[in-house]
T-cell receptor, first 115, second 108 residues
Framework: AQSVTQLGSHVSVSEGALVLLRCNYS??????LFWYVQYPNQGLQLLLKYTSAATLVKGINGFEAEFKKSETSFHLTKPSAHMSDAAEYFCAVSRYGGATNKLIFGTGTLLAVQP | NAGVTQTPKFRVLKTGQSMTLLCAQD?????MYWYRQDPGMGLRLIHY???????AKGEVPDGYNVSRLKKQNFLLGLESAAPSQTSVYFCASGSSYTFGSGTRLTVV
């Protein structure tokens, strides 16, 4: 079975500071990994995805994530937080090459950015 | 090009009533999914479809039914609504999951 764990349901950073959102996965097969962002009263938007190519994945809005197999992690980072980054972030995993492409989501991390 | 459209956006039901949520996509995607989002629980898969005429159960299918009669539409039905089905429902389509904007359902 596959699962993801997001450490920290709430993270607060100052504007301009480093953003680090943690995600650890569990999978018995090679995974695909995703990060999504959700702004208030909206659907989820794909930030980036890892599909077994480069381990460092760059996404939209200056975010990136690194796949570390030895640590079973896929943490999301951004060098300098902006007020507009305040949102909820979800990590998700699916089965590499799976026929159904089902995504399993973490419980989310709410990012607050302080001025 | 609208992407994924969900209707309605808001609905209040009384316990025992039925309703259908509609998801429409114009991207010719084979895969479509219905999720529910509850505070502190992330998104949980209700049902999904890998193509026209096919449906399958997800993680939390009880109390819901679905149909995929046309490739572009994926319907989620509640036959007898319960307060536990109060949630925000999201539809998604495609391999990278394009999401709709959600339906906020309250069952009283």
């Amino acid at each position: 079975a596959q699962s993801v764990t997001q450490l920290g349901s709430h993270v607060s950073v100052s504007e301009g500071a480093l953003v680090l959102l943690r995600c650890n996965y569990s999978s018995s097969v090679p995974p695909y990994l995703f990060w999504y962002v959700q702004y208030p009263n909206q659907g989820l938007q794909l930030l980036l995805k890892y599909t077994s190519a480069a381990t460092l994945v760059k996404g939209i809005n200056g975010f990136e994530a690194e796949f570390k197999k030895s640590e079973t992690s896929f943490h999301l980072t951004k060098p300098s937080a902006h007020m507009s980054d305040a949102a909820e972030y979800f990590c998700a995993v699916s089965r590499y090459g799976g026929a159904t492409n089902k995504l399993i989501f973490g419980t989310g991390t709410l990012l607050a950015v302080q001025p | 090009n609208a992407g994924v459209t969900q209707t309605p956006k808001f609905r209040v039901l009384k316990t025992g009533q039925s309703m259908t949520l509609l998801c429409a996509q114009d991207m010719n995607h084979e895969y479509m999914y219905w999720y529910r989002q509850d505070p502190g629980m992330g998104l949980r898969l209700i049902h999904y479809s890998v193509g026209e005429g096919t449906t399958a159960k997800g993680e939390v299918p009880d109390g819901y039914n679905v149909s995929r009669l046309k490739k572009q539409n994926f319907l989620l039905g509640l036959e007898s609504a319960a307060p536990s089905q109060t949630s925000v429902y999201f539809c998604a389509s495609g391999s990278s999951y394009t999401f709709g904007s959600g339906t906020r359902l309250t069952v009283v």
